[in-house]
Every structure is written in C-alpha cells, then in structure tokens.
C-alpha cells in the first residue's frame, strides 16, 4: 500500500464581490483564488491519490463562495475531501450573506458527503485506507459557535471505529485535539482553536489504533504527537508562509507504515511577486495587539507598561510560529518569561530541537 496526497487547509475562498477587507484580519483573503490556484496547478502535476482541505474553505459561509469552490474543486483529476470550519458555517440558521449549518453538505456532496443530512462522513478512499471527516461546528443555545463534537456524532463514531480494525485510518477535522502551543486548552487565546471534548475523542481514537488526524484552524505548521498519536496541522493558505503538504505514505510490512512529508509555499502569484515577505511583514504590523493581550493575560498577567517594554521584541513573533521548526529565546526579557516563550519553539520535553513541522518521516 503505497500512496501520495495533499493537504490545503484554511484557503477562506473569497470571490471579489464578497471580499471583506478587515483591517486587524491576518490573513489575506483577497490572494485566496489566486493562491488555491497557484496550488492546483502544481498538484495537478504530480500523481496525487487524493487531496485533503480541513476547513475554512471559505471567508465568511457565503453561498457564492461555497459556489465557487465546489465548481473548482469538481475539475481536478484526483478526488477531494473536505470537513465544514467555523468560518464555512458561521450560523446555525442560513442568513442573507451566509449558508446555514445544515446546508454545507449540500454543497460537498462529490467531496465526502454521500449523506446530504449530516455534516460528518466516512469513505474508503483506497483499499485499506479509511477517511473519517468530523464536524466539529456546533451551537450553543443562544447560537454562539463552539468547537465540539455532539453526542449523535461521538456515538456514530464509537460504533464506527471498531468496524475499522484492519484499516489504516486518516480523521480529518477543523479544531485542533492535540495541544500545539504551550497551555493552548486552557489559555484564553489559545483555547478557542481546541475542541471542548478533545479528550473523548483522543480516548476513542487512541482505542482505534488511529494515529493520524489532520486538522487546520490556527493557522500554522505543526505537528504535535501525544498517546501514540500524530496530529498534523497545516497552515493557511492566505496566511504567511501560505504552505501546503505532500504526503508519500509507504507500506514495509503489515504492521509498518512510513509517512513521508514534505511541506510547500505559494512564494508569489501574479501582483504579489514579493508574497511572503508581504505577508510576513502584515502579520508583524498587525500582531501588537496580540502580543499586548499575550502578555497582560495569564500566566503573566503584567502591566501594560511592561507589555509595552517587551512587545517591540515580539513583533515577528507569530509569523514565525505559523512558520514551523523555529526556536526562541528573548534573552532581554525577565527569566520567567523567557522560559515560557522558550516553550514555544519546536523543542522536545528535554528542549532539545525537535523540527519536524514542515519536513518529516513519521514512523507508525
């Protein structure tokens, strides 16, 4: 069982008349066709099994958008598989400007959902190989959007994954289960891009034997292992280092698989020559902010004459998170908060260098 594919995850497609421009947004959504296609054009040269995209397919749920992309993703010589991210489905209900939650698989059913009447799937993509496509949007009641999985699926799930022994077994959804950042479950800024019930769904898997989950939502390159599992998290594609992977999965015997990955960028697209640097440089001047709210909130909580000291220092700070295989070191700031931003880089528990984000050879 030899096999190769792709991720691209977080594109947030926006066709022109429906481009918001946010002046605080990360991301830059009005590259997003223009990058989607930049990727689809080197994919399409390659002998590709399948590609996967874990959310965020679109800016903000609009229909045109879902549209658009659904029509594009029709015309490739290789199948595609999608799950809904928050920003695809943003209310429960349809609204003027946005699907509602129970439409997305209406719009995806090439693309995993043969059941149009729920927003989670599962598909033999090749024999041996199974795909496991999560919803992880939910809605409290007063219709505020959670990442969670809900009771209906975590059942179908319990009762699916024991029918999977003998398969190799991908999940692919939007929320992360596995911490990437340090604290990321608990902390304010970090928690939001966690699923709530991440550890029933760690359990189920890690009983499954299921060691590979691809997700996206923070928008950076990551992988992260915990209980015998990897968790491989691709940056977005309107977002600075605007990266995609390539996958060779290699079969030695029957117990031993190898995954191969290689990470790619778009560099530059037509008028935007300079991209990354562009980007980098976007994501610098937006982060002050951020890096404000970083330090004045636990587990610092210092003042915001202090913050003001230390920011300056932070500047690239995020760009080089969402970049992968970096390490830091602020040897100007306090001990304490030197060691915690230490924690950031890609270290192992022993801090030694641990840099596998983009480049990798996993072993299951």
């Not at 966690?194 to 898997?205: E, G, K, P, R, V």
Request: glycine fraction near 6%; charged fraction near 20%; proline fraction near 7%.
């Amino acid at each position: 069982m030899n096999f190769r594919f792709a991720i691209l995850s977080d594109p947030h497609v926006a066709v022109p008349h429906t481009i918001n421009h946010d002046p605080t947004r990360f991301s830059m959504i009005e590259i997003g066709i223009l990058a989607i296609e930049k990727v689809i054009s080197d994919l399409e040269q390659l002998d590709l099994d399948f590609l996967l995209i874990p959310g965020d397919l679109t800016q903000d749920g609009e229909p045109d958008n879902h549209f658009w992309l659904q029509q594009r993703l029709a015309t490739l010589p290789f199948p595609v598989y999608v799950v809904p991210g928050n920003h695809d489905v943003p209310t429960l209900h349809p609204t003027q400007h946005t699907i509602g939650f129970r439409e997305f698989p209406n719009y995806y059913r090439s693309h995993g959902y043969n059941n149009s009447h729920q927003c989670y799937y599962t598909h033999e993509i090749l024999p041996g190989v199974q795909l496991i496509g999560l919803n992880s949007n939910q809605f409290n009641e007063e219709g505020k959007q959670f990442g969670c999985l809900d009771e209906e699926q975590l059942a179908w799930l319990e009762q699916l994954l024991p029918q999977l022994k003998d398969q190799l077994i991908l999940v692919m959804i939007h929320h992360n289960i596995i911490e990437h950042l340090p604290g990321q479950a608990i902390h304010p800024l970090g928690k939001r891009y966690m699923l709530d019930n991440a550890s029933l769904l760690l359990n189920l898997l890690k009983n499954a034997g299921c060691q590979l989950v691809f997700t996206g939502h923070l928008h950076v390159q990551d992988i992260a292992f915990y209980n015998n599992i990897y968790e491989i998290t691709t940056g977005s594609l309107v977002s600075y280092p605007h990266p995609y992977r390539v996958i060779e999965v290699e079969q030695k015997d029957h117990k031993s698989i190898n995954l191969n990955i290689k990470s790619h960028r778009v560099d530059s697209i037509p008028g935007w020559e300079n991209l990354t640097a562009m980007s980098r440089q976007l994501l610098g001047d937006r982060s002050f902010p951020f890096m404000i709210k970083l330090l004045t909130t636990s587990p610092f909580g210092i003042s915001m004459t202090e913050a003001e000291k230390l920011v300056p220092h932070l500047k690239y700070f995020w760009a080089d998170i969402a970049e992968g295989d970096n390490l830091f070191d602020f040897p100007e700031f306090p001990s304490e908060i030197r060691h915690y931003f230490q924690k950031f880089g890609s270290v192992k528990p022993d801090g030694t260098p641990a840099l596998i984000d983009n480049y990798a050879r996993l072993e299951l």
